[in-house]
């Protein structure tokens, strides 16, 4: 088997690099290596992680822009130096336009607040895409519902593509925003977001790109795309939870309202009315969580030091291996097989439901998803009521996937004699 599948030289040492992440030398079951293979859910985080919060805490901690003395200075440096770095990482047009967030869902959300709640009316439409994760769906079925404004949908086909010949008939001038995933989090498609976009701005549609599924695993240029929103999440990316990002376009940014309202996004304050303070913090409402910024500023300087075409293209082969390996398993069926893909790989067993699949894995220390990946409507698409999930990230393994297969086989195995 192992003779069929290309070199691994991707200029990356996923062994080496494991050492980095102390959670993956440990057994969650006795007698069972932990075989972590829910990275789109949420990645592990290592140790230059960690040690970089824990040392806020220990050594920096103070609010942020506030006090005159040195120690908040200090905080209030390494948060925008976070911002600076997230800044460089996605090439985002300026540090303004870089909003932190608890999150790619609180992102969208903000989003369709700031930006759409203004703009949207009845006869406009917000155009999707049947293959959107919950948080890009619901934020939307929320603002049409509140603006009267209508859902429209591009439709998925069997290999989990677009259907881009449909958009000629859905990208009309009506369209307020293209909102759609970079990356599928359950067919691990990638999509030709470069092509998307300018095809949504040639009827004067902006485009938000949720970019949760992207970022940690390819490298990522606003200022190529030239996308107007653009959200991920800290916790996916080997940064801690409770952090993500938005990256508005300026021209979008001088549009947005302000969302939440508190302390740090005002300027003058009496007591009937407030004027705003500067993007970014006129989006930043409160204390901010400043050892988060701190950590996921850590992971970018980590991610940047693999390198994201390395991680992009191991990532690609290393799906690749995994395809080839579970199609071994009778009964076994592959759900997306896009030609453009990324390490996500979804699939559903003949007469075994994802649930219980997850839990036999989960016996060999084999930690995979089961369920509906927070797209239900895509589960109704594929006549499916839930799925399994198998994501990887850069210290995934071959060691890996064959533990996987070995497990899922058994799991096989099992229920073929359970159903007689
Ligand atoms: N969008 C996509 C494509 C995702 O996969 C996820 C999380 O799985 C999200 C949005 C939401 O991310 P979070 O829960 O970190 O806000």
């Known amino acids: 088997m192992r003779a069929s599948v290309p070199s691994f030289d991707f200029g990356l040492d996923p062994v080496a690099l494991r050492r980095d992440f102390p959670i993956l030398a440990r057994e969650v079951h006795p007698g069972r290596p932990l075989v972590y293979l ?5 990645t592990q985080k290592p140790l230059v992680v960690i040690e970089a919060m824990a040392e806020h805490y220990r050594e920096t901690n103070a609010n942020v822009h506030r006090a005159v003395y040195r120690l908040a200075e200090i905080a209030t440096d390494a948060y925008e130096g976070a911002r600076r ?3 460089r990482f996605i090439h985002a047009p300026n540090e303004h336009g870089v909003i932190f967030t608890s999150g790619a869902t609180a992102s969208i959300n903000l989003v369709a607040h700031a930006w759409g709640q203004p703009r949207c009316k009845a006869g406009d439409v917000i155009l999707l895409t049947e293959m959107e994760h919950h948080s890009n769906l619901v934020p939307w079925q929320m603002l049409a519902a509140r603006t009267g404004a209508t859902l429209a949908f591009v439709p998925v086909n069997d290999i989990g593509e677009l259907e881009l010949e449909s958009l000629d008939r859905l990208l009309t001038p009506r369209v307020r925003l293209f909102a759609f995933t970079h990356v599928s ?7 030709p977001v470069r092509d998307l976009i300018t095809r949504a701005h040639a009827v004067g ?10 970022v940690p695993h390819m490298p990522v240029d606003c200022r190529a795309l030239d996308c107007d929103f653009l959200v991920f999440s800290g916790h996916k990316m080997c940064g801690p939870t409770g952090i993500g990002v938005l990256a508005v376009k300026p021209e979008r940014l001088e549009e947005m309202d302000p969302f939440l309202g508190g302390g740090e996004m005002i300027s003058r304050v009496t007591l009937e009315q407030a004027t705003w303070a500067e993007p970014p913090h006129k989006f930043e409402a409160g204390t901010p969580h400043v050892a988060g910024a701190v950590g996921l500023g850590a992971a970018v300087a980590y991610l940047e030091g693999i390198g994201l075409e390395a991680i992009h293209a191991y990532e690609r082969a290393l799906a690749a291996y995994v395809m080839a390996r579970l199609e071994t398993v009778p009964g076994l069926r592959i759900h997306g097989r896009a030609t453009a893909r990324s390490g996500v790989v979804s699939f559903s067993l003949e007469g075994a439901h994802p649930h219980d699949i997850a839990q036999l894995l989960d016996q060999d220390g084999v930690a995979i998803r089961g369920g509906h990946l927070c797209a239900q409507p895509l589960m109704r698409k594929r006549g499916v009521p839930a799925l399994n999930r198998a994501s990887f990230y850069f210290y995934n393994t071959r060691d890996d996937v064959d533990a996987l297969v070995r497990s899922v086989l058994r799991a096989q195995e099992f229920f073929a004699r359970a159903n007689g």
């Open 205 to 214: 549609a902006a485009v938000l790109l949720d970019a949760a599924q992207s």
């Open 38 to 42: 829910d990275n789109a859910s949420t």
């Open 185 to 191: 989090n359950v067919l691990g498609t990638v999509n």
């Open 85 to 87: 770095a997230v800044a």
